[in-house]
């Protein structure tokens, strides 16, 4: 019997995805990790009055959720001064991500990006047919310069960032990103600019680029994965320009982000106190993280995200000490790419968890 061929681009992917879970290896190792702290989840659960919300929701799943996410949405509007026009919601920034490689991409354009930044964005373009063209990084931060210079170069029709940054956790304040985006206007090739903002709730509120929903140029994605301990429950949204939320509408899987999901992340955005008690715990871990690679005798990058990336200096010997760990219990993940190869980033854990992770990790460095 033959088997009906699949389409060109899907026909053309690699079969290996860059979303490992520590299921898979934990059912490949044949134990349970002692410590999760590989994929930048929280470590700090979900508000008390989300996973209320939660279970009370479960408990109408007869029923679809609203299509429109009318509360949630006016809820965000509401906070973030905008319309709930321009806003829209998506099963995590990675749905998203895809949705709008698919509304501004054909297959061929070259979009633009830093060489070893957040992998889904890689993985919707090649999924749709799209040229990923990358400049690496520079002294370990996403070097704007050359990015809008490639998207000149190469007419991307999307440029992608993430700020703060996954893997390096830097991070660019509202003045350096609003010279990028005056440059892109000096671009002549029409080109999106996508701002990952999925760890911004951790950076310092008066650093943060203003929200200009009459920017056309612009979307901003963010998410309720990272402060808010959602990112089992997969939401997330996008705000910008009404016509380009407008245009969301034709694309996006309408019951997509479940009831559940959409009470929980209601809840949470009445718990502020919770948020912030999460982004306050997630800085005493950075410090902490910090000090313990120091007396390590290796250096870890500046971050404002949850997580720290531990600087080994070479890929061997990033590869090998981040081996050891998970074979001995710890969930970690490090980024393939070169020059970036050298650092493993550490998700801040509970201090329960940084304890375990401390103990091992100081076993490990000292060749036991
Ligand atoms: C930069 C960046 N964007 C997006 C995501 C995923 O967000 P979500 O869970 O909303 O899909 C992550 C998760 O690690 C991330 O690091």
Not at 146 to 151: G, I, K, R, S, Y
Not at 258 to 264: E, F, K, N, P
């Amino acid at each position: 019997m033959s088997r009906p061929p699949y389409s060109d681009i899907v026909a053309g992917l690699p079969s290996v995805t860059p979303f490992v879970g520590p299921e898979t290896i934990e059912r490949q190792q044949g134990n349970t990790f002692r410590v999760r702290i590989g994929a930048n989840e929280s470590a700090f659960g979900v508000s008390p009055r989300a996973a209320a919300a939660m279970s009370d929701a479960a408990a109408g799943v007869a029923w679809y959720c609203d299509p429109e996410g009318y509360e949630l949405r006016s809820e965000l509007a509401a906070i973030h001064g905008v319309s709930i026009e321009n806003v829209t919601l998506g099963a995590g920034i990675d749905d998203l991500l895809g949705l709008i490689v698919r509304m501004y991409m054909n297959p061929g354009d070259a979009v633009a990006a830093s060489l070893g930044s957040y992998p889904t964005f890689a993985y919707h373009v090649d999924g749709f047919g799209g040229r990923l063209e990358t400049v690496p990084y520079r002294n370990d931060r996403n070097d704007l310069m050359a990015l809008t210079d490639l998207a000149a170069r190469t007419k991307a029709c999307i440029l992608y960032l993430a700020n703060p940054d996954n893997p390096t956790g830097s991070y660019y304040g509202s003045n350096a990103i609003g010279d990028l985006l005056d440059r892109l206007d000096r671009v002549p090739s029409d080109c999106l600019f996508i701002l990952d903002e999925a760890y911004l709730d951790f950076v310092p509120p008066d650093t943060m680029l203003p929200i200009d929903v009459d920017d056309p140029r612009l979307i901003r994605v963010r998410t309720f994965s990272k402060a808010h301990g959602m990112a089992g429950a997969r939401v997330g949204y996008a705000i910008a320009h009404r016509d380009i939320i407008r245009t969301f509408d034709k694309v996006r899987l309408h019951f997509g982000v479940s009831l559940v999901a959409q009470a929980g992340a209601q809840a949470s955005l009445r718990d502020p106190d919770f948020v912030a008690g999460v982004v306050k715990a997630v800085e005493e871990g950075r410090r902490e993280y910090r000090e313990l690679a120091e007396d390590a005798g290796i250096s870890a990058l500046p971050s404002l995200t949850n997580f720290v990336a531990f600087d080994f200096g070479t890929g061997e010997r990033a590869g090998a000490v981040m081996n050891t760990l998970i074979e001995r219990g710890v969930f970690l993940r490090k980024p393939v790419a070169p020059d970036l190869d050298r650092l493993v980033r550490v998700t801040v854990g509970t201090p329960d968890d940084r304890a375990v992770f401390s103990e091992l990790f100081k076993d490990v460095m000292n060749g036991k």
